[in-house]
């Protein structure tokens, strides 16, 4: 299919369905048609049907002038049996028949002329079609009333309705037109439809739609099928895609006749049946396998993107990690160079040590939490301040610490604070010349 190289699968699909449902076998026809309607394929059927019948569209176009098309039923390959009324037999009969030859001859021209006459005069309202539906329930009303309910089971829905039904559902379809003024059409509802044989044939083996040919659903259906003689039968089927009419019955016909003459047509049309069953249960096997292998596409491609999207999430938490722990470590670095900026600083800061033997001087020995020792000598009226910093830029000192004395065990306040920028001294600390002191780790 070239014409659908540019369709998604979900247009081609419907194009598919399409062309199976109306029978139209030009692609670009039917894609033409999908496209105005949007890809609306129910309202796009629909509209088809009602283009071939006559009706009104129902995709918002302006209304038109009732009229009657051809139907979609061309009498290709028919059957056409017409029965002719039954000949008199025996001398009385055949009296009986000659003489009332002329009245019957005088009747049906009178007829014929009143009939042309009244049409001249008076348009016939049955061309306009308003309600088929209500056309063929009134009629079956009317034949319950006048025949009785011994009968098959009349299709009540319009004549489109009934071929949509028999296409989708791959029937036969037997319609009946009913000459109300025919003079063989009570004979035979009475005798040939009201015949048991005849009423359990047709319900189980096809869909069977009657009218009236004096309502305007049934003259429509009476000018596309172009019956001759009442009464009237057509049996249509599926052939080729297209519902077509495979044989007309006309004139009286006995129950038994009936019977056998649809039992043969349906036998030689049963093929084309079975073909399009056949057709069908083939493209429903293959839509059904794609719908499988789209189903399976799609749950494969969410397991795939559930996966994917599981390891973007590790990854990102990976990510953050690594970032978070490269924060700690920048952190780390810049609070080391920090300290050892300020460490540079308070070096600069402390006084420059006494000489041995000063006077003034005190000697101080810190015992660091490793157990390293160091020493030196401070004046007793410098701060406290310096004995912190010379313990703070040691390499091994703790980060967080306080200084304490062992007996009697006090802490030195010798670190600065806001409050006291400026600790108290040696001497006010109560240190002699020789100090042993302590450094605790305040984290340990």
Request: with cysteine; proline share 6%; hydrophobic share 30%.
């Amino acid at each position: 299919m070239a014409e659908a190289e540019d369709l998604t699968p979900d247009q081609t699909e419907k194009l598919i369905q399409f062309q199976d449902l109306t029978g139209i076998e030009e692609i670009d026809r039917c894609r033409q048609t999908l496209e105005r309607h949007n890809w609306d394929i129910e309202v796009a059927v629909q509209d088809t049907f009602n283009e071939q019948e006559g009706r009104q569209s129902v995709f918002n176009e302006p209304p038109e002038e009732p009229r009657t098309p051809p139907m979609n039923l061309e009498p290709t390959d028919q059957r056409i049996f017409t029965v002719q009324a039954q000949q008199p037999q025996g001398i009385v009969q055949w009296g009986y028949y000659i003489i009332t030859l002329p009245f019957r001859f005088v009747y049906t021209t009178l007829l014929d002329i009143i009939r042309f006459a009244f049409q001249i005069l008076r348009p016939d309202p049955r061309r306009n079609v308003t309600d088929p539906v209500g056309d063929v329930v009134r009629f079956l009303q009317t034949y319950n009333e006048k025949y009785g309910e011994n009968h098959p089971v009349f299709y009540q829905g319009s004549y489109s309705q009934a071929l949509n039904d028999a296409k989708t559902e791959l029937r036969f379809l037997l319609v009946y037109l009913h000459g109300m003024d025919h003079q063989d059409s009570d004979r035979f509802c009475r005798n040939t439809l009201g015949n048991e044989d005849v009423v359990n044939f047709i319900n189980t083996s096809m869909l069977f739609w009657a009218c009236d040919t004096n309502s305007p659903e049934g003259y429509r259906v009476s000018q596309a099928l172009r019956e001759n003689t009442y009464p009237f039968l057509a049996l249509i089927v599926l052939r080729q895609n297209k519902m077509t009419v495979v044989a007309r019955i006309e004139g009286p016909i006995e129950g038994e006749e009936l019977i056998h003459r649809l039992r043969a047509i349906m036998g030689e049309n049963e093929a084309s049946l079975v073909a399009a069953r056949a057709d069908r249960d083939e493209r429903s096997f293959n839509q059904s396998l794609r719908q499988q292998q789209d189903e399976a596409y799609l749950e494969s491609l969410r397991q795939d993107q559930e996966k994917e999207r599981k390891k973007r999430e590790e990854r990102e938490l990976i990510e953050a990690e690594e970032a978070k722990q490269r924060q700690k470590i920048e952190a780390h670095k810049q609070m080391l160079q920090e300290r050892e900026n300020r460490k540079e600083e308070l070096k600069n800061e402390i006084p420059p040590e006494p000489e041995n033997g000063h006077a003034e001087s005190v000697r101080v020995v810190l015992k660091l939490p490793n157990g390293t020792r160091i020493e030196r000598r401070f004046l007793k009226s410098q701060s406290l301040k310096y004995l912190y910093y010379f313990t703070f830029c040691h390499e091994d000192c703790p980060d967080d610490f306080h200084i304490v004395t062992n007996f009697p065990r006090k802490t030195l306040p010798c670190e600065p604070t806001i409050e006291y920028p400026e600790p108290i001294t040696f001497e006010e600390a109560g240190l002699g010349k020789n100090e042993m002191l302590f450094v605790q780790d305040n984290e340990s």
